[in-house]
């Protein structure tokens, strides 16, 4: 008989999602009366722990089943979700998900072949629309008379910024923006010599210096 997992996704932020998941997936397991294996509980709370999901990938065994929630606790997108679902089944690892009531039994099984092909075709709908509604918006906007884009002349900021005044203070004695980027520590001149053009600091230094 193959091993059967639980799989938490805990949030020290949200104690009520993490509470949500113990109760549905302990009223499943005592409806259905399932000996389990091992509870795997893993803590995520912000993006960058998503690569803690890999956890789960090294508890789960070959031939084994495991009983979520819902498809939500393996990623924030679509595509995470269908990367951790694809790589359990290749495994050989059903997966049990109680909310959605699917039961993806392995890559070869047609059932799931399909319910990840709708998955994916969601994924790239739900694309398709966003570059439709980013287009949409745009061109609303240009026939209202509303100008694309950052303003013309709107200058950014930039790692130099927190060295302007030596960079003034070099140009000021005379040294090559070549020269200063060198004693600096920049390895490109170039980044720093359209810094200096685009805010026209030479000739804010030379008109400095004639005054």
Known sequence: MSKIFTYIRKNLNNDKYTQEQEEAISNYVSKKKLQIYKNVE?????PKDEKNILQLLENCEKNS?????NL???????????EIVK?????KIRIIVIEQNLDLIDDKD???QMILSVISMTVNLEKELMSLRTKEALTAKKLDGIALGKPKGTIQKSKFDEQREKIEELLGVGLSVRKIAKLLGY???IGLN????KRNI???????SDS
């Open 42 to 46: 893993i803590v995520i709370n912000t």
């Open 65 to 69: 089943m495991i009983i979520v929630t």
């Open 72 to 82: 939500n606790v393996f990623g924030r997108t679509i595509d995470t979700i269908l």
């Open 87 to 91: 790589f359990l089944l290749q495994n």
């Open 110 to 112: 047609m059932l799931s």
């Open 187 to 189: 390895n490109n001149h």
């Open 194 to 197: 359209n810094y200096v053009r």
């Open 202 to 208: 030479k000739q804010q230094v030379n008109q400095s």
